[in-house]
Nanobody, 118 residues
Framework: QVQLVEAGGGLVQAGGSLRLSCAAS????????MGWFRQTPGKEREFVAG???????NYADAVKGRFTISRDSAKNTIYLRMNSLQPEDTGVYSC????????????WGQGTQVTVSS
């Protein structure tokens, strides 16, 4: 069974940067659409960024121009580079995988906490 393990979260001041990683236990990222999501208390989980097997990427409007999703196929890992972080970016960030052409993400990581102080 595929497993996703996130790392790289932490505490950062507003305006700072972090890079999250999501390592897959199998060659998941080359055949699945991968996504990053975040959740804060009292709010629904929201989509942040996606990367499909063709290399196409997409972003939530709130992070466009600040966040970059990338892939290292050799390491079976996707990354989320986050620049110009703001307090509203605080949350638990999780990566997930879905079969291209479907809407349901079938595998989720445990999440990593990102806290941005003002």
């Amino acid at each position: 069974q595929v497993q996703l393990v996130e790392a790289g979260g932490g505490l950062v001041q507003a305006g700072g940067s972090l890079r999250l990683s999501c390592a897959a236990s199998q060659r998941t990222i080359n055949v699945n659409t991968m996504g990053w999501f975040r959740q804060t208390p009292g709010k629904e989980r929201e989509f942040v960024a996606g990367y499909d097997p063709s290399g196409a990427t997409n972003y939530a409007d709130a992070v466009k121009g600040r966040f970059t999703i990338s892939r290292d196929s050799a390491k079976n890992t996707i990354y989320l580079r986050m620049n110009s972080l703001q307090p509203e970016d605080t949350g638990v960030y999780s990566c997930a995988a879905r079969i291209p052409g479907t809407t349901q993400y079938h595998t989720w990581g445990q999440g990593t906490q990102v806290t941005v102080s003002s």
